[in-house]
């Protein structure tokens, strides 16, 4: 018999993962979004909201009912949802809330449909959700909430996923200042021309990154966490950032950058010790700019959005 109702996880995601801007993202274990999917007898996609989140309520402007309309349209359904928002990360807090949003609900009403999809077959619907929230089409974020593990995008026509294995000690450590950056605004910062200069600093650093994690050198890892796209337009706009960035090393960690179009802030550390340090740094360089903020540390999560009990 069909369900017609599941619960679902959706893992934060950190995108970028310092130079690959749009092209690299990893899920974490925690935090994430729950939400329970239900088939409707209205035909109608409607959100329910139950957590304190600012989360739109027309089906037209919400990331999550937006992808489940380009899934049904897919299919020619019109079948009915309820899409009810249980736990939800902050939005404008750069760990990939709208991705997880869009996630949660394709998998929840796959799921429900009987999975006419793959997994993998769900990503250019939860991409159209997407692109609500950023205005511009990119799956750095969604394609890890997604699929779980590091992703790297090597191609957007047609969209190309592969999957990079991390050390299995790498540990990310992510701070949120208690601050909103909305992902439309703060991609109007990114300049649209890059000098060759600049491009080769860009592609040295994205292949030390992959190089340092298919052989886990470590020391190769933090040396390439560096963006020359992103980072120096958008380091301004978090209180403390720079401090950060400059007094990582005193902790242990590998290196860090700017969580997705930020305001959170990662580090990648090959032990716990170091991982904790680095989230009492970012906390107390927060807390001297005035800044409440909340610290995560997770490994690199191998499973993406999925049902729960
Ligand atoms: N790659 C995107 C950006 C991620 O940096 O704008 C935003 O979630």
Not at 75 to 90: A, R, V
């Amino acid at each position: 018999m069909l369900k017609s109702s599941v619960r679902i996880f959706a893992p934060a995601t950190i995108s970028n993962v310092g130079p690959g801007f749009d092209l690299m993202g990893f899920a974490l274990e925690q935090p994430g979004d729950i939400m329970i999917v239900k088939t409707n007898d209205t035909g109608l996609i409607r959100i329910i909201n139950n957590t304190s989140s600012d989360i739109p309520l027309d089906p037209d402007k919400n990331v999550a009912s937006v992808s489940v309309f380009a899934l049904l349209e897919a299919l020619g359904c019109t079948t009915g949802f309820d899409l009810i928002f249980e736990t939800k990360i902050n939005p404008g807090s750069g760990i990939g809330s709208s991705a997880a949003s869009c996630t949660a609900a394709v998998v929840g009403v796959n799921e429900l449909l009987n999975r006419p999809f793959t997994q993998k077959e769900l990503l250019p619907f939860a991409m159209k959700g997407e692109f609500i929230a950023s205005g511009s089409v990119h799956a750095d974020n969604v394609a890890p909430a997604l699929l779980g593990g590091f992703i790297l995008i090597r191609d957007y026509n047609p969209i190309d996923i592969v999957r990079l294995e991390a050390p299995h000690d790498l540990i990310c450590t992510v701070a949120h200042p208690n601050i909103q950056i909305k992902t439309s605004e703060s991609r109007k910062l990114i300049p649209k021309e890059l000098s060759v200069k600049k491009a080769l600093e860009q592609c040295g650093n994205i292949a030390g990154l992959m190089a340092g994690l298919t052989t886990s050198d470590y020391a190769l890892i933090g040396r390439s966490l560096h963006d020359v796209i992103a980072e120096p337009v958008r380091a301004a706009l978090i209180p403390g950032y720079n401090e950060i960035k400059a007094r990582l090393s005193e902790t242990g960690a590998l290196g860090g950058n700017i969580s997705g179009s930020g305001p959170s802030v990662f580090a990648l550390s090959d032990n716990p010790e170091s991982a904790r340090k680095a989230g009492v740094l970012m906390n107390d360089v927060f807390t001297k700019a005035g800044l409440d903020s909340k610290v995560y540390i997770s490994k690199v999560s191998r499973q993406g959005t999925r049902l729960i009990d």
